[in-house]
Nanobody
Framework: VQLQASGGGFVQAGGSMRLSCAAS????????VAWYRQAPGKQRDLVAR???????EYSDSVKGRFTISRDNAKNTVYLQMDRLKPEDTAVYYC???????????????WGQGTQVTVSS
């Protein structure tokens, strides 16, 4: 599974931005998609996770402002970010958890990261 993220950039506080993540390869093996973020000097944290047939979860810091969605026809995952705050500034990474039945390999693929900067 390979992931390609896009859509980052600069935005003023209170604004909105949508990130996209296109998947390729054995996309049928994906059983969960997620977005993480990493601010300078901090660890990479989960922002939102959408498992197949499960409950979508969000970090408390983005709940009610961010929405993760998935378009299976386009093999693309989105992160809609509204009412952005300066503390949302970070590099955002998409991730896909997969289980390859043919090889029994379980893993997580990462996109390359996209910078989101929110100015006050």
């Amino acid at each position: 599974v390979q992931l390609q993220a896009s859509g980052g950039g600069f935005v003023q506080a209170g604004g909105s931005m949508r990130l996209s993540c296109a998947a390729s390869g054995k996309v049928s093996s994906i059983n969960a998609v997620a977005w993480y973020r990493q601010a300078p000097g901090k660890q990479r944290d989960l922002v939102a996770r959408m498992p197949d047939g499960g409950i979508t979860e969000y970090s408390d810091s983005v709940k009610g402002r961010f929405t993760i969605s998935r378009d299976n026809a386009k093999n693309t995952v989105y992160l809609q970010m509204d009412r952005l705050k300066p503390e949302d500034t970070a590099v955002y990474y998409c991730a896909a958890e997969y289980f390859d039945v043919s090889t029994t390999v379980v893993g997580r693929a990462w996109g390359q990261g996209t910078q989101v900067t929110v100015s006050s």
